[in-house]
């Protein structure tokens, strides 16, 4: 199993910016489809973005396309997800996920490993 643990978040002003980091340890990171997901309070978790084994394709939430980029480096270990032009409703608390091969699902409960999740905060 791989363990993730996430990092980068805190408190920016709306357009601002904010870069996440997402560390693997424990199996081969490459072997994993990674993905980021919000949950903001009392709303249901939500899907962000979501990259390829070898980062060949990467997928977004209509919400985030645009201002959010996915990426990994599998020399690392690690994922990342810069986000910028943040407005308000990112608020949320952001977690990095992952699951065995290359299937791509906006599902979370099709995910099998993560974070503990890292507080993004982003005031008017």
């Known amino acids: 199993q791989v363990q993730l643990v996430e990092s980068g978040g805190g408190l920016v002003q709306a357009g601002g910016s904010l870069r996440l980091s997402c560390a693997a340890s424990g199996r081969t990171f490459s072997r994993y489809l990674m993905a980021w997901f919000r949950q903001a309070p009392g709303k249901e978790r939500e899907f962000v973005a979501a990259?390829?084994?070898?980062?060949?394709?990467?997928y977004y939430a209509n919400s985030v396309k645009g201002r959010f980029t996915i990426s990994r480096d599998n020399a690392k270990n690690t994922g990342n997800l810069q986000m910028n032009s943040l407005k308000p409703e990112d608020t949320a608390v952001y977690s990095c996920a992952a699951r065995s091969g290359d299937y791509y699902t906006t599902s979370h409960w099709e995910y099998d490993y993560w974070g503990q999740g890292t507080q993004v905060t982003v005031s008017s």
């Open positions: 990259i390829t084994r070898s980062g060949s394709s990467e």
